[in-house]
């Protein structure tokens, strides 16, 4: 029974806090992110990709590039993902070359993107999602073969 006065009481919070954030560009952000997350991750609506370069081209700021790739290769902008995260890399975070290694793999450049997957997983601890970020990615790019990326099955907790 809680449950069913939970759900309404949080669908209308959160509808609220979405319709109220056009003066702050924090929580215009966030909805941004969650549209992007929820219509075009989780439902596959790829009608909805701007919402994924929307938020990319307002979080890539203040060290914040490694995110920024991430949904610019949601979004589907390539060029722009390589471009964030090899930002990121710059600023000394590592982890972004898992998200170079997926734009480069994506533009042809194989070897690269197993270099760069390479830098990933030496510098990077824990590797669970990468299995979540791959099976993301192909379906937005279902004619990658990421095995190419050498990414071994015992790095990465199931």
């Given at each position: 029974m809680k449950k069913a006065?939970?759900?309404?009481?949080?669908?209308?919070?959160?509808?609220?806090a979405m319709a109220s954030t056009s003066n702050c560009r924090g929580c215009a952000s966030g909805k941004l992110m969650l549209q992007c997350d929820y219509y075009v991750v989780k439902q596959?609506?790829?009608?909805?990709?701007?919402?994924?370069?929307?938020?990319?081209?307002?979080?890539?700021?203040?060290?914040?590039?490694?995110?920024?790739?991430?949904?610019?290769?949601?979004?589907?902008?390539?060029d722009k993902a390589l471009d964030a995260a090899e930002r990121a890399i710059g600023i000394g975070h590592a982890f972004a070359n898992e998200y170079?290694?997926?734009?480069?793999?994506?533009?042809?450049?194989?070897?690269?993107?197993a270099a760069a997957m390479k830098c990933f997983r030496e510098a990077v601890h824990?590797?669970?999602?990468?299995?979540?970020d791959i099976e993301t990615l192909k379906k937005f790019y279902p004619s990658i073969d990421f095995s190419k990326l050498d990414i071994r099955v015992d790095e990465i907790h199931q």
């Open positions: 006065i939970l759900l309404p009481l949080i669908l209308g919070v959160t509808t609220f596959g609506d790829m009608t909805k990709r701007s919402t994924c370069e929307e938020y990319a081209g307002i979080v890539d700021v203040d060290g914040a590039s490694a995110k920024a790739a991430w949904y610019y290769l949601l979004a589907g902008n390539v170079a290694a997926y734009a480069l793999l994506i533009q042809g450049k194989e070897r690269e993107a824990e590797k669970s999602f990468v299995k979540r």
